[in-house]
């Protein structure tokens, strides 16, 4: 089982789409949805970050919806390997792969990619 099985959410690649795909792709309703959102020290919402939707499962929007909050902390993680991972000499192949994946990843995740 892959860690990907294990942690229910759809596997990427993800895009960004606009309003008007959204609107096409799911114009035969009955969705589960799922929101991601910044919530203040007193409990109210400060920013809608997204909505997931999913045909059939409500665990998926959920695992998404988990993966998206995550990613704030996810890009930090990447940014510090990068920078740990960059720096080793001797140009091993598995560093500088991991590397190579962290600097595509942080692209993406700025909107350089």
């Known amino acids: 089982m892959t860690l990907q099985t294990k942690q229910g959410h759809t596997p990427g690649p993800w895009r960004v789409i606009t309003y008007e795909e959204w609107e096409k792709l799911h114009q035969d309703g009955a969705h589960y949805f ?5 919530v203040n020290p007193s409990g109210y919402l400060d920013y809608l970050i997204c909505q997931c939707a999913d045909k059939g499962s409500l665990q998926k929007t959920r695992a998404n919806a988990r993966l998206i909050a995550a990613a704030p902390d996810l890009l930090e993680a990447c940014k510090a390997a990068y920078e740990v991972l960059a720096d080793i000499p001797g140009g091993l ?6 590397a190579y994946k962290c600097r595509n990843a942080i692209a993406n995740a700025e909107g350089r990619g």
């Not at 799922?34 to 910044?38: D, E, I």
């Not at 192949?93 to 991991?98: D, E, R, Y």
């Open 93 to 98: 192949t598995s560093a500088f792969n991991a």
């Open 34 to 38: 799922s929101s991601v959102a910044q």
